[in-house]
């Protein structure tokens, strides 16, 4: 059964510094998601991406923040200064259709240190 | 405010035992309503949607959910909870109107006691 993957499965940083999270969608979906669980929080989005570009973003998704589909399987997040506030698990998602059901990665840790 | 609400934050069942969990939203239009279960070190798998139409929907793993307009409610249910049922488990809604972003509840923590 197809699967969304992401890598790493946890990635520990020094505040101030870029990381990048990837993700691999399901071969044939359109629809890309990315969103965060801060420990002991809510799932919360950040950003849904269709046809290149984002077509939603939420006020947490600010200028730190950028998504990018390098080639025609990877979804990748950029955080460009990371802060401790940032720590949380950050999960990514696709779907086959506009507000179908949402398919999701196993998550990434992130640890801002 | 516009929200997903599920009041319940831990569940101690029984294995065997029936089970509902809460979820109610407060949006002006029906959403689209999803459940989904986060097992430890899992991701968040689906259980089940509504969209429109029956309102009563199956999904995997036995359980089921039933959608009530007039209490803008979508409880989540199983017939008879087994040990390994025990995980996180979410509401979430696709709010109308909304883009197809998801806003989660703060889920419900499932204990099954042997």
């Known amino acids: 059964e197809p699967e969304v993957t992401q890598t790493p499965s946890h990635q520990v940083t020094q505040m101030g510094q870029e990381v990048i999270l990837r993700c691999v969608p399901i071969s044939n979906h359109l629809y890309f998601y990315w969103y965060r669980q801060i420990l002991g929080q809510k799932v919360e989005f950040l950003v849904s991406?269709?046809?290149?570009?984002?077509?939603?973003k939420s006020e947490i998704f600010d200028d730190q923040f950028s998504v990018e589909r390098p080639d025609g399987s990877n979804f990748t997040l950029k955080i460009r200064s990371t802060k401790l506030e940032d720590s949380a698990m950050y999960f990514c998602?696709?779907?086959?259709?506009?507000?179908?059901?949402?398919?999701f990665g196993p998550g990434t840790r992130l640890t801002v240190l | 405010a516009q929200s997903v609400t599920q009041p319940d934050i831990h569940i101690t069942v029984s294995e065997g035992a029936s089970l509902e969990l809460r979820c109610n939203y407060s949006?002006?239009?029906?959403?689209?309503l999803f459940w989904y279960v986060q097992s430890p070190g899992q991701g968040l798998q689906l259980l089940l949607k509504?969209?429109?139409?029956?309102?009563l929907v199956q999904g995997i793993k036995g359980f089921e959910a039933e959608f009530k307009r007039s209490q803008s409610s979508f409880n989540l249910r199983k017939p008879s909870v087994h040990w390994s049922d025990a995980a996180e488990y979410f509401c979430a809604v696709v709010p109308p109107e909304y883009g197809n972003k998801l806003v989660f509840g703060a889920g419900t923590i499932l204990r099954v006691k042997s």
């Open positions: 998602a696709s779907s086959e259709l506009e507000n179908n059901e949402q398919f």
């Open positions: 991406f269709y046809n290149n570009e984002i077509s939603e």
């Open positions: 509504y969209f429109s139409g029956d309102t």
């Open positions: 949006y002006g239009a029906t959403p689209y």
